[in-house]
Structure formats: structure tokens, C-alpha cells
């Protein structure tokens, strides 16, 4: 029986072609946390398949459990971590890493940081945590042009929209 927190209306828009991640983000966004096992349910039903790896990593940091940084740092770096998250830098910063490759995309993080005026570790911190988000992936590897290793390039994800 559904709940009254799932209303499935939403679910009209997800185009039949859908990737597992881009139902498991519309999830995140259309659906309150406590009600997303019960929205995975309805749309494995609907016939979607859904990211539940992406799913679970969110509600973690939905619920204030997500780890920032690994567990064997230094309690500085934990520290550091949320400092960054509370004062909206880590949000603004993935904006501006997610700009970057709207407008150029095909850049390795190094040259994503130069782009938009951040350090190198900083940019590939923010690329991965706009990945963790669904807002872009990894694209083939090619030797940076800032550190002249060979990197990961950064895309867009492509959002279709249901006609």
C-alpha cells in the first residue's frame, strides 16, 4: 500500500529510456528521504531500473552521516570537511566546477580549477563530489595540460526531458 509521503506524479516525466542514476536523482528530488524505499518499490514495479548505491550514499548525507573525509585522516581533516560544507563553499564550489564543464566541457579537473580560480586538489574534490551528485561524469582519459599526467576529463550529463 502506498504512504501518503509518495506521490508518484512525477514519475510521468521520467522518460522510458531513463539510466538507473537519473531515476535515483529524480527520487532524491521529488520524493522526502523517509519515503524513498517505498518510491524505489514503485518504480521497479513502474519497469525502471534504479541506482540504489547512489541512493543510500545520499541519504547519508541527508542524515548527517556521510563521511567527508576518509576514515584513517587526521581529525583536522574531518573538521576541515564540515567547515567547508557549513559555510556553503563545498555547494559553491561544485557550482562553479558544474558551470565550468557546462560551458567546456571534455577538461580534466586541474584545468577545471584554473578555469574557475581553484587549486588543483580543491577542483578534483568538487568534480567528484558533483559526480557523487549526478551533475556530471567521467569522460575518456587525455594528458592535462596543467599537470601533464593523464586524467579523467569531465562531461555534462545529459538530461532528457519526457515528451
Not at 540504489?52 to 563521511?67: E, N, Q, S
Not at 573538521?79 to 563553499?89: K, L, S
Request: a positive charge; proline letters at 4%.
Amino acid at each position: 500500500m502506498m504512504g501518503a509521503s509518495v506521490h508518484i506524479g512525477w514519475l510521468r516525466y521520467v522518460p522510458a529510456e531513463a539510466t538507473p542514476k537519473f531515476v535515483a536523482s529524480c527520487i532524491e528530488r521529488h520524493v522526502e528521504p523517509e519515503a524513498w524505499r517505498e518510491a524505489i518499490n514503485l518504480v521497479e514495479i513502474a519497469g525502471f531500473g534504479v541506482d540504489k548505491d547512489y541512493l543510500r550514499d545520499r541519504w547519508k548525507i541527508v542524515k548527517g552521516t556521510a563521511r567527508l573525509s576518509h576514515r584513517n585522516d587526521p581529525d583536522t581533516s574531518s573538521m576541515a570537511a564540515e567547515r567547508v560544507t557549513q559555510r556553503g563553499q563545498r555547494a559553491a564550489h561544485v557550482a562553479l566546477i558544474v558551470a565550468a564543464v557546462c560551458v567546456d566541457p571534455g577538461k580534466t579537473s586541474a584545468e577545471l580549477g584554473e578555469i574557475v580560480h581553484l587549486d588543483r586538489v580543491e577542483a578534483a574534490r568538487r568534480t567528484s563530489d558533483a559526480m557523487a551528485d549526478g551533475l556530471v561524469e567521467q569522460g575518456p582519459k587525455r594528458t592535462c595540460t596543467v599537470c601533464h599526467s593523464t586524467c579523467v576529463t569531465w562531461w555534462p550529463i545529459q538530461r532528457k526531458i519526457a515528451a
